[in-house]
C-alpha cells in the first residue's frame, strides 16, 4: 500500500511525500525532492539496548556546513530490527538495530522522523493523483501557502489513538503488528529538512 501525502490548497494537491507498507511489514516514509540532512553520521550499525537506552536526534541544524542535500531521501523500517535511510542512488547514508517492539512496550511512544516541507509556494503541484487497491491520499489542508508543512511519524502502543492537539492531520495506521502515528502542523516557511530519532 502507498499513501500519497499531499499538501491541499486553492483547489490543488501539492505533493511533499510518501508512505509505503510493503507486503513483508517494512514500512518507509519519503519526500519527494531534495531534502537538507546532517553531513555526518557519528555511528552506523549500532543496537538499541533495553537498559540505559539514550535518545539521539539527528535533527537537521541551522548551520548549512553541516548539512547535505539528498535527492528523494526515504527511512525505512524493516521489521524486527533493521533501519536505514536511503537516498535517490539507493545508498544507505544511516542505518542501525533497532528493537522496535521492546521500545515500544517499555516507553509507549517511540519518536522516529521528522521532516518539514519547503514553502507550500515551491511544492509541485500534483496531477491526475489516482489510486489502485488500498493506496491512498492524505491531503493535509493549509488555509495559506505561506508556511511549510512538518510532519511528525512515531511508533505507539497499541491502545494509542490520541491525535495531536492542533495537527493539520493525524492518525495511526496499524501494519504488521506496528502501529504509527503520522501527525503535520503548519510551520514557518524553511527549507526542506529530514531529521530522525535513534535509541541508543
Not at 49 to 67: G, I
Not at 180 to 189: D, F, H, N, Y
Amino acid at each position: 500500500m502507498v499513501i500519497t501525502l499531499c499538501v491541499q490548497h486553492a483547489g490543488k494537491d501539492l505533493r511533499i511525500g510518501w508512505v509505503s507498507l510493503q507486503d513483508d511489514g517494512a514500512i518507509s516514509v519519503g519526500l519527494n525532492g531534495r531534502a537538507l540532512t546532517i553531513r555526518d553520521f557519528e555511528a552506523r550499525q549500532f543496537v538499541w539496548s533495553a537498559f540505559n537506552r539514550e535518545t539521539l536526534a539527528f535533527v537537521t541544524p541551522d548551520d548549512p556546513a553541516a548539512t547535505r542535500s539528498v535527492i528523494r531521501p526515504h527511512m525505512t523500517f524493516h521489521p524486527p530490527s533493521w533501519l536505514h535511510l536511503t537516498d535517490g542512488f539507493g545508498r544507505h547514508p544511516f542505518e542501525a538495530i533497532p528493537e522496535i517492539a521492546l521500545a515500544v512496550q517499555q516507553q509507549g511512544t517511540v519518536p522516529w522522523i521528522r521532516f518539514v516541507s519547503k514553502p507550500v509556494t515551491m511544492l509541485t503541484e500534483a496531477r491526475g493523483l489516482r489510486t489502485k487497491g488500498e493506496d491512498r491520499i492524505i491531503r493535509i489542508p493549509v488555509a495559506s501557502p505561506q508556511c511549510s508543512v512538518g510532519l511528525s511519524v512515531d511508533f505507539v502502543a497499541a491502545a494509542d489513538r490520541a491525535s495531536h492537539p492542533g495537527a493539520l492531520h493525524s492518525e495511526v495506521i496499524d501494519w504488521h503488528g506496528y502501529r504509527i502515528k503520522l501527525s503535520a502542523q503548519a510551520m514557518p516557511t524553511q527549507r526542506a529538512t529530514l531529521g530522525w530519532f535513534h535509541q541508543r
